[in-house]
Every structure is written in structure tokens, then in C-alpha cells.
């Protein structure tokens, strides 16, 4: 049997360091390769520069014996950066999914296996149910319900994987920016009085946008999302369950006990 080799195509964040903590810690051959903004350190490969050649990239990853890869952490794209990975993937014009299935497909033709980094390290994963915080004593089935087929309609437009609701409407969705921006807005928005009145319940849904591919992006929460929930007076947070990542998860049900957050994975068809 072939020993796998594993590279960890990492950029920054809390999720890239627990994942690359977790993975070192095993018996198994890991590389990693930074991305930018993440810088390199010890036991890190220089190949890098943003993936401004790909084909490169896993022509010496095939030398090194490679036999599977996975994708971490926020990576940071100037335009020229995305634009020479985009003639490189031969995805020019097409939107971050296109750029991801593109990157996809030279890794398979290589015969490198792209795989999610919830694969190797399963404990990020979000399952169905209560993940921290108390149980709700509000209707939070039919909200979580619409909020992450909310979340959906803004991934479908490429905007990003994330939404806040209220009672009967939606309030703010992800852009570029990413959730941190989007809870910082919430609060923005309820500290002038345009969200969040006395009976509105405010919940974050988080989904997978609709197409998106499992090996890389997968919607995360962690720490920080609480602390910024409960700045923008949110009630729960509620992610896809089987389809997200939590990080911090300690640290995180602290946040949540203390600021009486619920925060929960559920499944939603449709």
C-alpha cells in the first residue's frame, strides 16, 4: 500500500493553525505550503507565491510523491495574483467556484486526490444538533430553516455564505468581506435603530453555496463569530450541519454559555 503524502495548502486562520497542529501531531508524511497571507515558518515549503503557477506546483508536488491534497484557511487573491492562477487553470471569466473546479481538475489529471480538510481532521466537522450554547426558549426551527436556505440564495449569487435574519425578514448577507464584516454591520445596523427591535429574534445562518465543492471553503464558525453575534445581539448561530466547520471549540461554548448564544448545525433540504 502507497504511503499517503499529504500537502496542506494553508493560508491564515484559526482553522488553518488548529488543522495544522491536529495533522502534525499524527504519524503520517504532512507538508505544508503557506499561502498569503500566512507566512512560512518551520516545517513549511517555500513552493508557494499564491499558486501563480499551479501546473508547476503539482508537477514538483508529483516529484515529492504527493498523493493526496487539501485546502485551509483564508487566502488572500490580488486581482493579478487570480488573474495569472486563472489563465493558468484556463477558468478565465468564470467566478471562484469555476476557479476552484478548475484547480480541481489539474489536481485529478495529476492523479492527486483533493480532498476536505473535515476528511483528515473529522473533528472540525459540525454534526446535526446542539453544538454549544443553551437551548433555545424561541421558535428556532422554522428560523434555522430559513436561514440557511438564505444562506444559500446568497451563495448562489456568488456574495459569499452568509446571512442574518430576523423574524420575518433578512437583514444583512456576506460579501467579500466574509462574516466578521457582515456581524459588524448587524451591529451597526441595530445600534441605530434599523435592526433588531424588541421582538425581533436575529439568527446567523451559515450554508455551502449551492454547487460549491466539498475540498475546500466549507462555511466555519468559530470564537470570533460569537463574540460578534453577541456585539450585534444576535440569538443563535446556525450552521449546515455535515457541511461546516467549527473551530475553537472550547473556547467557543464558553462564549456561547456566557452570552447565552445557541448555536446549532441542522439539515435542510431544498
Not at 504511503?3 to 507538508?31: C, F, K, M, P, S
Not at 512560512?40 to 501563480?52: F, Q
Not at 453555496?209 to 460569537?226: A, M, R, S, Y
Amino acid at each position: 500500500m502507497t504511503e499517503r503524502h499529504l500537502v496542506v495548502l494553508a493560508g491564515a486562520g484559526a482553522l488553518a493553525d488548529e488543522a495544522i497542529v491536529a495533522l502534525q501531531l499524527t504519524n503520517e508524511r504532512v507538508t505544508i505550503v503557506p499561502l498569503p497571507p500566512r507566512s512560512t515558518g518551520a516545517g513549511t515549503d517555500r513552493a508557494r507565491a499564491g499558486l501563480p503557477d499551479p501546473a508547476a506546483l503539482i508537477a514538483g508536488f508529483l516529484a515529492a510523491g504527493v498523493t493526496q491534497a487539501t485546502m485551509v484557511g483564508r487566502v488572500d487573491f490580488p486581482a493579478a495574483a487570480r488573474n495569472r492562477l486563472a489563465a493558468g487553470t484556463g477558468s478565465a471569466g468564470l467566478g471562484d467556484l469555476g476557479l476552484m473546479g478548475a484547480v480541481a481538475r489539474l489536481f485529478q489529471r495529476a492523479g492527486i486526490a483533493l480532498v476536505g480538510i473535515h476528511e483528515v481532521v473529522p473533528d472540525f466537522l459540525a454534526a446535526e444538533g446542539l453544538i454549544a450554547g443553551p437551548d433555545p426558549d424561541f421558535g428556532l426551527g422554522d428560523l434555522s430553516r430559513r436561514a440557511i436556505l438564505a444562506a444559500r440564495t446568497v451563495g448562489s449569487l456568488e456574495l459569499g455564505q452568509g446571512v442574518v435574519i430576523g423574524n420575518g425578514r433578512a437583514v444583512a448577507a456576506e460579501d467579500a468581506g466574509g462574516t466578521d464584516a457582515l456581524l459588524r454591520r448587524v451591529a451597526d445596523l441595530r445600534r441605530s435603530g434599523l435592526a433588531g427591535g424588541a421582538d425581533e429574534v436575529l439568527v446567523l445562518g451559515k450554508a455551502l453555496k449551492p454547487g460549491q465543492p466539498l475540498f475546500v471553503d466549507l462555511p466555519t464558525i468559530g470564537p470570533e463569530t460569537v463574540r460578534l453575534a453577541a456585539d450585534a445581539g444576535l440569538a443563535a448561530i446556525v450552521v449546515e450541519a455535515g457541511r461546516s466547520l467549527v473551530v475553537g471549540r472550547p473556547e467557543l461554548s464558553r462564549l456561547a454559555e456566557k452570552f447565552g448564544i445557541t448555536v446549532v448545525a441542522c439539515q435542510v433540504d431544498g
